[in-house]
């Protein structure tokens, strides 16, 4: 069985640090569609779904509060924009090529077609082999292209102490071959730290942006599809649903034994026509920290205490033109830090996603490594602080939620 321990020093998952004390013209000529979008039933907000130019490899994600903001070239001629989240049925807004603001768009909830039963070992073993084998159908057998929007928030309480984001190009190889040559660049990037004194603990990162080539399940089949980790977990067939208006079986897995390090529980959605895995949501087994911990965790300051709390993973693909390509990542850290000799400790959240907003799959020249970013490097390291409101230009990104405006208006403050 490869072990986790050693995935995790291939920069499987971000490592984190704790520490005592070029810019590309985007293109021009676009409009845009924006506003929120909710469950028809109970209008309350739905978070994470995909916004998407219909037939097209263009895209974005709405955010914590369901608030999205998509930017549509003109030079396209897009028909309709698609709105799509897991247990909804995909909603389809017509556009006119002029920009449309503060949309109300409305869901419909799919009821579930299949209550959850325990199926066997075997049936399991032949749902995800068959879908490992038809990944090279499925998938692309080329180089890919890939354009996204990567931020990642650091909150120690409930004030954000870091924020960073950039828009970056991710390198892909064909799915048939490994992750060795699929690298990341950075295009354009921003960042906000705190200043105050009370917040000298500083959180670093390692390897934030190479979530989309590490942590894309597909590709890299060790993360969650090494097939020695099976007998260590047990399945069970969770409610079906739809993604994009597909069926999908839900494939759940827990750990059924202790092994010397943590494992994995979560679900897999395969799409049951093509047998495509079209998501993966799952958490690390936290019963031993100290495992969990030595893992995580570089370095830190003498006399600090560092207690994990949870480690949890959102990897998401859309099909587009008969393939399907990586769409949504989203990591989450929590943990407490403090100090011997105090008796409180203090709460910290890091959270990491990135949205692909654009795939280009012909002509595609791979990244150097002298361009690339690597896993042993910080984001904050590499982009600019925060400048002006019109940062981004034509560049699609994950709009900021309520708090993360309030959280960066504050760290704002700082800096005048």
């Known amino acids: 069985m490869k072990t986790f321990y050693n995935l995790i020093n291939k920069s499987l998952l971000p490592i984190i640090l704790l520490l005592a004390g070029t810019d ?11 506003g929120t979008v909710k469950d028809k039933n109970t209008r309350k907000t739905i978070e994470y779904a995909t916004v998407s130019i219909t037939d097209k490899n263009i895209g974005t994600v709405s955010n914590a509060d369901g608030d999205f903001l998509i930017k549509i070239p003109e030079s396209i001629n897009a028909s309709s924009v698609d709105f799509s989240c897991i247990g909804y049925a995909t909603f ?14 409305r869901l419909d909830p799919i009821a579930a077609m299949l209550s959850a ?16 084998n038809k990944i090279e159908k499925n998938y692309s057998s080329s180089p890919t292209m890939v354009t996204g929007f990567y931020r990642e928030t650091m909150k120690k309480k409930r004030n954000y102490i870091n924020v960073s984001e950039a828009v970056v190009d991710v390198y892909k190889t064909a ?50 599809l090494d097939r020695e980790t ?47 895995f ?19 965790l570089k370095k830190k300051p003498t006399g600090l205490r560092f207690r994990p709390e949870e480690l949890s993973y959102v990897v998401s693909y859309r099909e587009q033109n008969g393939k399907t390509y990586l769409s949504y990542i989203r990591s989450e850290m929590k943990f407490k830090c403090d100090w011997k000799r105090k008796l409180f400790s203090t709460n910290y959240d890091i959270v990491s996603e990135m949205a692909v907003t654009d795939i280009v799959n012909q002509n ?39 708090s993360l405006e309030s959280g960066v208006a504050k760290l704002k403050k700082q800096y005048r």
């Open 24 to 34: 590309v013209i985007a293109q021009e000529g676009y409009y845009i569609i924006s």
């Open 92 to 105: 389809r807004f017509p556009v006119k090529g002029e920009s449309v603001t503060g949309l109300d768009i």
């Open 117 to 132: 039963v325990i199926i066997q070992a075997w049936d399991v073993d032949r749902l995800l082999r068959e879908a490992i």
């Open 175 to 224: 799915y048939t071959e490994n992750i060795e040559r699929d690298r990341v660049q950075i295009v354009k990037g921003r960042k906000l730290l705190s200043h105050k004194k009370t917040d000298t603990l500083s959180v670093n990162l390692l390897g934030g942006p190479t979530l989309s080539v590490f942590m894309d399940i597909v590709k890299n089949l060790d993360v969650l």
């Open 230 to 276: 099976f007998p260590y977990l047990t399945f069970s067939m969770g409610n079906a649903t739809q993604i994009d208006g597909r069926d999908q079986y839900v494939i759940s897995f827990r750990p059924q034994v202790r092994t010397p390090e943590p494992l994995f529980s979560g679900s897999f959605f395969i799409n049951k026509e093509s047998m495509a």
């Open 278 to 296: 079209t998501r993966a949501e799952y958490t690390l087994d936290m019963s031993d920290r100290n495992k969990v911990t030595s893992m995580i």
């Open 364 to 402: 595609v020249s791979a990244i150097s490594r002298k361009e690339a970013f690597l896993p042993n490097q910080s984001l904050g390291d590499r982009v600019a602080n925060f400048h002006d409101d019109d940062f981004w230009g034509a560049y699609n990104i994950i709009e900021p939620d309520e």
